[in-house]
């Protein structure tokens, strides 16, 4: 059974500024990795699949990269509704797996 | 365009079981799969098993084998998810989402709103 790890757990930013979000898999999922984000008393949101392919109306801010094991997702520069909680999946293999989450929070 | 539409909120006692239903539009049911994620109050996301909407084979979490099962109408596009045994951990938000193809693990694009199940005596 593969386990995500995501660090930081939590991330001050500032508006305008740039957030680095890690996902580190227990094993080698190819690119089979997607990102999410969650606002409270939401369902999650697809950001990123295939490591590195925006999902439909995100926009440009966001981008994913990695292969592998080891994935990045960078927000270029925070906006006010980028605030939320973040959680990478690897869908390689099952049992599908999340992250435990990186809450992204105004500094 | 896609909607994945589930069931009302439910209060079980420990115990019961649920079911949870979701009904899919605005795409070939039978050309995806459908994944069920829950998230305990305050908690992250748990991946629970999926279903394939063409076949309606699943694959479930080691952690809720033989307490789950999850089935599928694919004339009525519906998608459902029994829990058994219901504990009080078991509280969560429960919610259904599109999964990439019908026969292999993909990334989930599309999402109901989510049913609440709480469990308590």
């Known amino acids: 059974e593969i386990v995500m790890t995501q660090s930081p757990a939590t991330l001050s930013v500032s508006l305008g500024e740039r957030a680095t979000l890690s996902c580190r898999a227990s094993q080698f999922v190819s690119n089979y990795l997607a990102w999410y984000q969650q606002k409270p008393g939401q369902a999650p949101r697809l950001l990123i699949y295939g490591a590195s392919t925006r999902a439909t109306g995100i926009p440009a801010r966001f981008s994913g990269s990695g292969s592998g094991a080891d994935f990045t997702l960078t927000i270029s520069s925070l906006q006010s509704e980028d605030f939320a909680v973040y959680y990478c999946q690897q869908y390689n293999n099952w049992p599908q797996a999340f992250g435990q989450g990186t809450k992204v929070e105004i500094k | 365009q896609v909607h994945l539409v589930q069931s009302g909120a439910e209060v079980k006692k420990p115990g019961a079981s649920v079911k949870v239903s979701c009904k899919a539009s605005?795409?070939?049911?039978?050309?995806?799969?459908v994944s069920w994620v829950r998230q305990a109050p305050g908690q992250g996301l748990e991946w629970m098993g999926w279903i394939s909407g063409y076949t309606g084979s699943t694959n479930y979490a080691q952690k809720f084998e033989g307490r789950v099962t999850m089935t599928r109408d694919a004339s009525t596009g519906t998608a459902y998810m029994e829990l058994r045994s219901l504990r009080s951990d078991d509280t969560a938000v429960y919610y259904c989402?599109?999964?990439?193809?019908?026969?292999?693990?993909?990334?989930?694009?599309?999402w109901g709103q989510g049913t609440l199940v709480t469990v308590s005596s």
């Open positions: 989402a599109r999964d990439g193809i019908a026969v292999a693990p993909g990334h989930n694009d599309f």
């Open positions: 605005g795409y070939n049911f039978s050309s995806y799969g």
